[in-house]
């Protein structure tokens, strides 16, 4: 019978069920922290006189930790278990609101607020979403990683505009302070739900399953995975993939819409509720994307993720005008179908390609991701300044996200290893990834 998901283990409290709900929680918490740091611009200016580049520097800190974190974080779940890392990430991202609440000096902001943050944040992403899925997970893996991928999407646009009244209401430090709170009512709801399968792989599991070397430090377990996984031309065209994500997603959209929309004559508010919209139905994209990666080709539904993504920025410079109107709104919507709906099928060619070492895979896949972002939020403000226009910028987008079309369709199936989910089989365990991927069929 075909069933959801893995049996509990034996002597594994909980379900696999269960656990995802907790991690939705811890994700959906954390997702909420990457929201406020664009709302506090404006306020640190006015009510500290600090200067939108110092309140920038720390964004960008919390940016690159964020990326970096990620990698090492999945690596130290095999050491420790998702629940400890769960808790401590929760632990972190609450200590940070609670001292940004105190700041007097910029550089207060880049430690609370970009290093504190960005490391909690980073280690219950997207990467913490693969984790729960590989270990608990055989069938519906693209479903539940769509799920748990969307509470993040959930953290971010939901509390948006609550943050916001809050901060109108009240103030900058009140809004932190409920963040704070935030997180430490999700911690004992996390610790109860969040647990980690024992005694091996799930029943169910495929036999390629590699299981990791839980001796090895988790740190020197990351820098060696990048190491063997930086052999293979998988995981950069992966890597380079999801860096054209990045660019795409929040190098060039959730950087740059709202000021070019402005540029158009538009509010600033009102392109904020069109994000708003766009993060609505990324949910939407994320959960059915997840549903089609397990019934059909990973790499076949990037490239079309990725052209139709470079269509729409293409278009974008034709329909910016001073109000919204339907060919507008029919962008949101479809931007927004697009958006997060390249990590499930992401992940999924991590684990074809590198198996139970594919969350820390992805991890510094994600990693790429937050290096293309940044490079391109920095190169389309220099574009504005050089050309007085973003126009340049939406269409390098989409030509870099056409040429992701073409990186996807490039990636080879693993042999002996099905793209989608494969047959239950009889599991087995190794201590290392391959020492190079096999040639295609």
């Avoid at 919390?62 to 095999?78: I, K």
């Avoid at 495929?206 to 820098?223: F, I, M, N, Y």
């Avoid at 999801?242 to 508010?269: L, Q």
């Avoid at 293409?314 to 709104?329: F, I, N, R, Y």
Wanted: glycine share 10%; aromatic share 8%.
């Amino acid at each position: 019978m075909k069933t959801f998901g893995p049996r509990p283990h034996p002597h594994t409290p909980g379900s696999p069920w269960t656990v995802a709900a907790g991690a939705a929680l811890a994700i959906v918490t954390a997702g909420a922290f990457s929201t406020l740091a664009g709302l506090l611009v404006g306020p640190l200016y006015e009510d500290l006189g600090w200067s939108r580049a110092s309140v920038g520097l720390g964004s960008l800190v919390n940016m690159v930790v964020y990326g970096a974190s990620a990698p090492f974080a999945a690596a130290l779940m095999d050491r420790l278990g998702m629940r400890r890392v769960a808790v401590g990430a929760l632990c972190l991202v609450g200590a940070g609101a609670g001292l940004a609440t105190t700041m007097t000096a910029p550089w207060q902001f880049v430690l609370y607020w970009g290093v504190l943050v960005g490391l909690g944040t980073g280690a219950v992403a997207t990467t913490f979403a693969a984790t729960v899925t590989e270990r608990w997970f055989v069938a519906r893996r693209g479903l539940v990683t769509g799920l748990l991928t969307a509470a993040s999407v959930v953290g971010q646009f939901v509390f948006l505009p609550v943050l916001s009244w809050v901060i109108d209401a009240y103030s900058w430090r009140a809004a932190a302070t409920a963040l704070a709170l935030a997180a430490a009512g999700a911690l004992p709801v996390v610790w109860a739900a969040v647990r980690d399968p024992r005694n091996g792989p799930a029943p169910g599991e495929d036999a390629t399953r590699r299981a990791p070397d839980l001796r090895e430090d988790a740190a020197r377990r990351a820098v060696r995975t990048l190491a063997r996984a930086a052999r293979h031309g998988p995981f950069w065209l992966l890597a380079g993939t999801f860096a054209v994500c990045g660019a795409s997603t929040n190098g060039v959209m959730w950087t740059h819409f709202a000021p070019a929309a402005h540029d158009h004559g538009m509010p600033v508010t009102v392109a904020a509720s069109l994000l708003s919209l766009i993060g609505i139905f990324n949910v939407a994209g994320t959960v059915a994307s997840g549903w089609l990666t397990d019934r059909a080709d990973p790499r076949r539904l990037l490239a079309v993720y990725y052209a139709l993504r470079g269509l729409t920025l293409l278009a974008l410079p034709l329909l910016l005008t001073s109000a919204v109107d339907a060919p507008l709104v029919a962008f949101t919507v479809v931007f927004g179908l697009l958006d997060v709906a390249t990590v499930p099928p992401t992940i999924a060619l991590c684990r074809a390609h590198y198996g139970a070492g594919a969350p820390v895979v992805f991890g510094w896949v994600s990693a790429a991701h937050q290096v293309g972002a940044g490079a391109v939020a920095f190169a389309g403000g220099t574009a504005r300044d050089a050309f007085g226009s973003y126009d340049p910028v939406w269409v390098g987008a989409g030509a870099l996200c056409a040429g992701a079309a073409l990186l996807a369709l490039t990636l080879s199936r693993p042999r002996g290893r099905r793209v989608t989910p494969p047959a239950p089989a009889t599991p087995r365990r190794s201590r290392a990834l391959p020492a190079s991927p096999p040639p295609c069929r």
